[in-house]
């Protein structure tokens, strides 16, 4: 198959999974999103505490990954200050390599300091892994963290993985602002 048709094969999966990434209102959006802290925060008990230091909380309760050579994922999501929206994002990415597969998962951004947030405010698109320090709360790093060790500007959780698809990471995707349909 030729890199093209590799090309036009990655974009007509994507845009078949696009339905089922994208929320159709922002009441829906937000639904989701609390939805998905709460099942994190059933499941991950570090996460309500990280959550308790925070100065916001950014959720993407659903990012659809696909690809085949090349791939592109993306998905929309909400910030919360206080407990209530102040704001929605898009996550996207786009990637090339040895990969394959199609993947679902979800992930929330702890800002711990209003510096990080107004980073997120600032900047025309946002690009993880430039600017404020970001850490990536897997199962391991989560057993040792306490409030006196929480250094970094911000925490990653990743969660509700569903699907096949070589790597996973939240490194490299961009965060945009926009209005979602009301």
Known sequence: MTIPKLLALTLLTLACLAPTA???????????????????????????????????????????????????????????????????????AVSYGLQAGVQRYGYVLFFMNHKALAYLHKSDGWELGVGPSIVIVDQGAAKSMSTTTMQDDIYAFIFNQQGLMAGLGVQGSKITKYTPDE
Not at 22 to 40: F, G
Request: hydrophobic letters at 45%; a positive charge.
């Open 22 to 92: 994208h929320a159709a209102t922002a009441e829906q959006l937000i639904y989701d999103s609390r939805k998905a802290m709460r099942h994190l925060f059933a499941n991950n008990p570090k996460a309500v505490q990280i959550a308790n230091e925070s100065s916001a909380v950014l959720v993407f309760p659903t990012i659809v990954k696909a690809g085949f050579i090349f791939g592109a994922q993306g998905g929309e999501g909400v910030l919360f200050k206080y407990g209530e929206p102040a704001g929605f994002y898009r996550s996207t």
